[in-house]
């Protein structure tokens, strides 16, 4: 006797997932996480503070240049930490710099990340241990990426700002977007 097992039922086709509601009627249609999205626009649209403070910021501006062409990333230098979102610390950080630092990034709004460019952002560099200089711009605000040489090339810093695109990505599909 054959047993009835439910209409539509055919005979091998039991382990076949049904067809889900938007293969049938959005075909083609991406589906993804909005903290994935807002990431990938942001992501490929980091614009960062026009600002440095020493030698590294010569190389700095050169990244931004026609021949190394910052721009084809979605890199944009901004002068106004209102609306920018990356702030790249060139160069040696002094004491007396600190607070416009600090004050710099408050005003820079949510989510932002920081670069710190070079080896005096990131330790005092050649500076280590003077009475003048902060050992590592990370004694004032986080950083997320640091690109290490004195100077670092063009090459270092974009390999950097790359780091820090993958960063977000990443922050994104683990929850931790930045805000
Ligand atoms: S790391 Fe070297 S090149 Fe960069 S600011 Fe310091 S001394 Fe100048």
Sequence with gaps: MEINLGQ?????????????????????????????????A??????????????????MMST????????????????????????????????KMAEPIKLLYEQMPDPKWVIAMGSCATNGGPYYRSYSVIMGVDHLIPVDVYVPGCPPRPEALMYGLLQLQEKIKQDARSGDAGE
């Design 64 to 95: 931004h240049m026609s021949h190394h062409d910052f721009d084809r990333f979605g890199v944009v230098t901004w002068p106004s930490p209102r609306q920018a979102d990356v702030m790249i610390v060139a160069g040696t950080v002094v004491k």
């Design 8 to 40: 539509g039922y055919q005979p091998g086709s039991g382990n076949n997932p049904a067809d889900n509601v938007l293969q049938e009627i959005i075909p083609n249609t991406l589906v993804g996480k909005s903290d994935e999205l807002f990431a990938l």
């Design 42 to 59: 942001r992501k490929n649209s980091l614009w960062t503070l026009s600002f440095g403070l020493a030698c590294c910021a010569i190389e």
